[in-house]
C-alpha cells in the first residue's frame, strides 16, 4: 500500500516535491495484513484519536476487498477526515479499481457494474475486442491486446520517432 497524508495532489508530484510523506505498507499476500501493520500504518500518516481506528478499520477492508476481487489496484482519493453533524469521520470520498483481466469470469458481477460513463469512447469500444486502446499524444493512439504490446509498440515507435529526428535534423 502507497499513502500520503498530504491532500490536494497526485502522490506523483509528491513523490518529486515531498518523497518522504510517501508511506509504503509492504503486505506479503501469503501471510496477509495484520491489524498490528495496519495500526502502524495508520498512525505513520498521521491519523489521532478515533480517527486511528476508522482508518484502520479501511485499510483493512480495501486489503480484504484488493484479495477478494483479484484487484490489480484499489485506488483511494481522497480518503479523508469529513464533518458529519458536528462529527468528524474517515470516508472513501471516491475509488478506481482495476480487476486482473484473467479473473473477470470469477468477478462478473463486479465487473458488470462498472461506470462506462467516464471512459473514452474509443477504449470502450476497444474492450468490446478484448483489446486496449491507450490514446497518445495528439490525432495517434496505441491499439493492442496485451500490456507487453503496448510496451514494445511505445518502445519501437519512440526508437523510429528518434530516428526520424535524426534524419531530418
Do not use: W
Not at 13 to 25: D, G, Q, R, Y
Not at 78 to 91: E, F, K, S
Not at 153 to 163: A, G, P, T, V
Amino acid at each position: 500500500m502507497i499513502a500520503s497524508a498530504e491532500g490536494g495532489v497526485n502522490i506523483e508530484e509528491i513523490s518529486v516535491s515531498n518523497p518522504s510523506a510517501i508511506k509504503i505498507l509492504p503486505v506479503n499476500v501469503r501471510e496477509g495484513l495484520s491489524d498490528e501493520d495496519a495500526l502502524k500504518y495508520v498512525l505513520s500518516l498521521g491519523y489521532k484519536g478515533d480517527h486511528i481506528q476508522q482508518a484502520k478499520d479501511i485499510i483493512m477492508k480495501i486489503y480484504k476487498a484488493f484479495i477478494e476481487s483479484d484487484a490489480l489496484m484499489i485506488e483511494i482519493n481522497p480518503l479523508a477526515t469529513v464533518d458529519i453533524n458536528g462529527v468528524t469521520q474517515v470516508m472513501v470520498l471516491d475509488s478506481k479499481v482495476s480487476i486482473d483481466e484473467n479473473a473477470k469470469y470469477r468477478q462478473s458481477e463486479l465487473c458488470n457494474s462498472v461506470d462506462q460513463s467516464n471512459k473514452n469512447p474509443s477504449e470502450v469500444e476497444a474492450e468490446k475486442y478484448n483489446l486496449n486502446f491507450i490514446r497518445l499524444d495528439g490525432n495517434i493512439g496505441c491499439l493492442v491486446n496485451g500490456a507487453g504490446n503496448n510496451l514494445i509498440s511505445l518502445f519501437y515507435s519512440h526508437i523510429i520517432n528518434k530516428y526520424t529526428y535524426l534524419i531530418y535534423t
